[in-house]
């Protein structure tokens, strides 16, 4: 079987000539369906350029990446973020949730992307409060909640249409222990049910929680073992 992630000798740089920098450096990786993998690394050292290329937020200066057997390294910008909507959930840590806007309409918004239609945009995001423990905040705008519902709010978001990938850049680093705990809760159940989850964390501790962990610094991955 095809791995649902494989990219091959990736470089990303900025700048090139003189100032050059080499954000990625010959990055080669697997990542497998039903995967739960932490990619860690500290400021720098190439985590979110990595996390942006996985994400199909950005491209590769060169080299390939192919995303359940399609190559998408030279897709347009049109055809990735479609294929963005369909296969990829993404938590953020700063939430961007929009301000003014409920709970449940943050939730609905890439189902609108999607055509979803109304009826079924409001059963899949009430669904989706509901697994994340907010069923009772649906009405409430972001300010009207802490930081940890915000984060549920988000999550919620990403899982509504039911994704096969979940994207969670440092999901819990805007957070209180407590709250953390529960993204992480939340993503562990995700995976259970049978979601590829890559997460993208510093926090060595986080990363622990993850079946696989990934470790870059300068560009290059360094490490990359499965936690026993």
């Given at each position: 079987m095809s791995h649902l992630i494989e990219i091959k000798d990736v470089y990303k740089i900025y700048n090139p000539g003189e100032?050059?920098?080499h954000a990625l450096d010959g990055v080669s990786l697997t990542i497998d369906r039903g995967e739960f993998i932490a990619i860690v690394g500290q400021s720098g050292s190439g985590k979110s350029t990595l996390m942006n290329m996985l994400g199909l937020l950005d491209v590769c200066t060169s080299g390939s990446y192919m995303l359940d057997?399609?190559?998408v390294?030279?897709?347009?910008?049109?055809?990735l973020s479609s294929i963005r909507n369909e296969e990829i959930g993404f938590i953020?840590?700063?939430?961007?949730l929009i301000p003014s806007l409920t709970a449940q309409a943050n939730v609905e918004l890439p189902l609108v992307y999607r055509g979803v239609k109304a009826?079924?945009?409001?059963?899949l995001s009430t669904s989706a409060l509901k697994r994340v423990g907010l069923e009772k905040r649906m009405d409430h705008r972001p300010n009207q909640m802490s930081g940890g519902q915000q984060q549920r709010v988000a999550i919620a978001r990403a899982v509504a249409a039911k994704p096969p990938i979940i994207l969670a850049d440092e999901p819990t680093g805007n957070l209180d222990t407590a709250s953390g705990k529960e993204v992480m809760r939340?993503?562990?159940?995700?995976?259970?049910?049978g979601r590829t989850i890559i997460l993208i964390t510093h926090d060595n501790g986080i990363a622990e929680e993850a079946q696989r962990v990934i470790r870059i610094q300068d560009g290059k991955i360094i490490e990359d073992y499965k936690n026993e």
């Open positions: 100032n050059e920098v057997g399609v190559d390294s030279t897709m347009k910008d049109d055809e953020f840590q700063g939430f961007n009826a079924q945009r409001k059963e939340i993503l562990h159940e995700l995976h259970e049910e």
